[in-house]
């Protein structure tokens, strides 16, 4: 019996979702739950799960093909069949059909459940990492080495990534055969190029490598009237990204406030934890202290964990922290959520922002995990930046960016001396919270930072 596969909603009212690639190909016997495709949505990469166990007869759209959600994605002949019915999202959401792994349970209103807490321990063994990556995350965040590769797995890395190869010329199967069981980058893709060159006298010969580039001049384009561009299709996370912060910019009235504090303090405690830590305990730094102290004053000040609710004509304030932690990847800026934050413990902070990180730079964070943040953090430091005005993400009330921690002269109990400074940008919803509020927030998140033993007063 013939039956056609619709995509699903893969989560949260996502309307499309764009065909990375497909893992298997027309009359290749499946089985329930197998791994059909990997399909990029507004806000993450997922893997599509087979809802049936039969034969493909069909594959509907290539890869690189947006498809609306409801939209014929794969046909199945399917043994012992009674009826043809095909799968459509609200099979899924009405729960008639079986819960397939990946499309998540129906969707229910109010906050997403909580999730219990993994363990700290156990986190993995710190390696090093090209540079190239570790820019694109927050710099507390640490490397685990994963686990020993799948025999037969594909390749680890990111679209963007498998273009470039693909139009080098590069087989990146190759690429991880000397890497191992790691997230390939554009770097590893030029590098082995190179490799690869020196290898062959200075010239590329894989097969299907790229051509060597020719003598010939080439024609003039100034001269011509021309000039080069480059056309970057907006979708996936970039698209999302862009409409989100257009609405939250035109819709809440931005105020932002600056404050810059000496981190002395902080800095000696983080060194001196890293010091009698375990050789398998999460990295703290200082986003993770940061983390910690905007959750001790959010509890004093609520307003800055609060949502405006036009609708209903009320402000919410949340009694907990889901706090936010952007994240900068190939794919764009996301922002993923650390549920239930205030009861976090430092070194539970540490390790649930490592677990973020690792998983944001993977591309495969779940959609529900980048939404219904009350509060967010954005670590610009990594980058060398010392403020900036960050702006809100939609539905919350306040965002901190994080400056580079510097080493300049500063004023210390009556004398000039070299302190470790840094400076706080808080922007905040001024509809919700006025500027004497947002002052004191700042001030109190910066008190913690200077002294750190003042936590103990906010607790």
């Known amino acids: 019996m013939k039956q056609e596969f619709l995509l699903p909603d893969l989560g949260e009212g996502l309307t499309e979702a764009e065909i990375v690639q497909w893992l298997v190909a027309e009359g290749d016997t499946v089985t329930l739950n197998q791994t059909l495709a990997e399909v990029e949505t507004a806000k993450a990469i997922v893997e599509l799960p087979s809802p049936h166990a039969g034969v493909i007869t069909a594959l509907h759209a290539g890869a690189g093909d947006v498809v609306a959600v409801g939209a014929p994605l794969v046909g199945f002949e399917i043994e012992g069949a009674d009826e043809p019915a095909p799968t459509s999202p609200s099979a899924v959401e009405e729960g008639s059909g079986p819960n397939l792994v990946g499309y998540g349970a129906a969707p229910s209103s109010g906050r997403p459940q909580r999730r219990a807490r993994r363990a700290v321990a156990g986190a993995g063994t710190v390696v090093a990492t090209d540079a190239e990556v570790r820019v694109a995350a927050p710099h507390d965040a640490i490397d685990v080495l994963p686990a020993p590769p799948v025999r037969g797995e594909r390749p ?122 375990a050789p398998d305990a999460p990295r703290i730094g200082v986003l993770t202290v940061v983390a910690k102290a905007v959750c001790l004053a959010l509890g004093r000040h609520p307003g800055l964990n609060s949502r405006w609710d036009g609708e209903a004509g009320e402000i919410v304030q949340q009694h907990f922290v889901d706090l936010g932690i952007a994240a900068a990847t190939e794919r764009g800026l996301i922002v993923p959520i650390i549920r239930d934050a205030e009861s976090m413990a430092l070194g539970e902070l540490a390790g649930a922002i490592a677990e973020l990180t690792r998983t944001a730079r993977s591309g495969k964070t779940p959609p529900a995990d980048l939404l219904g943040g009350t509060f967010s953090l954005t670590n610009i430091g990594v980058f060398g930046i010392d403020a900036g005005t960050p702006i809100l993400p939609p539905g919350q009330t306040g965002i901190l960016a994080l400056g580079a921690v510097r080493r300049l002269p500063w004023e210390h109990r009556g004398e000039i001396a070299l302190r470790d400074v840094m400076t706080l940008s808080l922007s905040f919803d001024h509809r919700i919270v006025d500027g004497a509020e947002g002052a004191q927030f700042l001030k109190a998140v910066a008190d913690v930072l200077q002294e750190p033993g003042r936590a103990m007063l906010l607790g």
């Open 156 to 277: 680890r890395s990111t679209p963007p990534v498998r273009a470039y190869a693909k139009g080098l010329g590069v087989d990146l199967v190759l690429v991880a055969a000397e890497l191992g069981d790691w997230v390939i980058t554009r770097h590893d893709v030029d590098a082995y190029r190179e490799r690869l060159g020196r290898r062959v006298n200075g010239t590329i010969a894989e097969a299907g490598a790229a051509p060597a580039a020719t003598t010939e001049r080439a024609p003039d384009r100034r001269a011509a009237g021309q000039r080069a561009t480059t056309r970057i299709p907006i979708r996936g996370v970039r698209k999302h990204t862009a409409e989100a912060m257009v609405q939250s910019a035109f819709t809440a009235p931005h105020v932002t406030t600056f404050h810059t504090v000496d981190v002395t303090a902080t800095s000696e405690l983080i060194a001196s934890l890293r010091a009698s830590a």
